[in-house]
Nanobody, 123 residues
Framework: QRQLVESGGGLVQPGGSLRLSCVVSGFTSDYSAIGWFRQAPGTERDGISCINVRDGSTYYADSVKGRFTISGDNAKNTVYLQMDSLKPEDTAVYYC????????????????WGQGTQVTVSS
């Protein structure tokens, strides 16, 4: 069964940190691009980071560059998103998704999605 399962969301104060996890299972090795997206109410789904688990190449949106770090543990079939220096504008539902081969910042190219995890940054 093909699935992605996110975890690690929650409530955090501005300036704090969270680490999201995405466990990926049931896919062939062609599905090597794992992306993180987020969507706040009334906004479009935005691509914020992606990793190609074959070669380790990564991508970051300008809005999170320098604050978020994506990494993968192939032995655990898990991709992580370490989020530091969080801001209230980072509040959103965060999703992981997968597509074949190379990363893309556009959600339209991703075939399979997790259920999402809520991140709220507030004092």
């Amino acid at each position: 069964q093909r699935q992605l399962v996110e975890s690690g969301g929650g409530l955090v104060q501005p300036g704090g940190s969270l680490r999201l996890s995405c466990v990926v299972s049931g896919f062939t090795s062609d599905y090597s691009a794992i992306g993180w997206f987020r969507q706040a109410p009334g906004t479009e789904r935005d691509g914020i980071s992606c990793i190609n688990v074959r070669d380790g190449s990564t991508y970051y949106a300008d809005s999170v560059k320098g604050r978020f770090t994506i990494s993968g543990d192939n032995a655990k079939n898990t991709v992580y998103l370490q989020m530091d220096s969080l801001k209230p504008e980072d509040t959103a539902v965060y999703y992981c998704a997968t597509k074949p081969y190379t990363c893309s910042g556009s959600w339209e190219y991703y075939d399979y999605w997790g259920q999402g995890t809520q991140v709220t940054v507030s004092s």
